[in-house]
Nanobody, 118 residues
Framework: QVQLVESGGGLVQAGGSLRLSCTASGLIFRITRMGWYRQAPGNQRELVATITSGSSRTNYADSVKGRFTISRDNAKNTLYLQMNSLKPEDTAVYYC???????????WGQGTQVTVSA
């Protein structure tokens, strides 16, 4: 089992910044990849960014490239998402995800609300 706890969401004006954090605990050694997903009302959950455990290879959704940065602090077992130049369309609940071996099992955090006002 892996437990994920997110923090850092809130209300910000368009053009502002927020940093989300996700602290992992439990069977951390089984994590192969971590990432951030988001879900806006009426929409499906979508990938925002991911980072692999070994090579720290990153992947971003086109909509956030150049504005968001995913990173991790292995000593603190914490994943971050730095969000700059926020837009109203970034408004959503943001979820932390950890994918583990075997079988690429997914764990999810409880979600944190990000609201960007125009």
């Amino acid at each position: 089992q892996v437990q994920l706890v997110e923090s850092g969401g809130g209300l910000v004006q368009a053009g502002g910044s927020l940093r989300l954090s996700c602290t992992a605990s439990g069977l951390i050694f089984r994590i192969t990849r971590m990432g951030w997903y988001r879900q806006a009302p009426g929409n499906q959950r979508e990938l925002v960014a991911t980072i692999t455990s070994g090579s720290s290879r990153t992947n971003y959704a086109d909509s956030v490239k150049g504005r968001f940065t995913i990173s991790r602090d292995n000593a603190k077992n914490t994943l971050y998402l730095q969000m700059n130049s926020l837009k109203p369309e970034d408004t959503a609940v943001y979820y932390c995800n950890a994918q583990t071996y075997p079988a690429n099992y997914d764990y999810w955090g409880q979600g944190t609300q990000v609201t960007v006002s125009a």
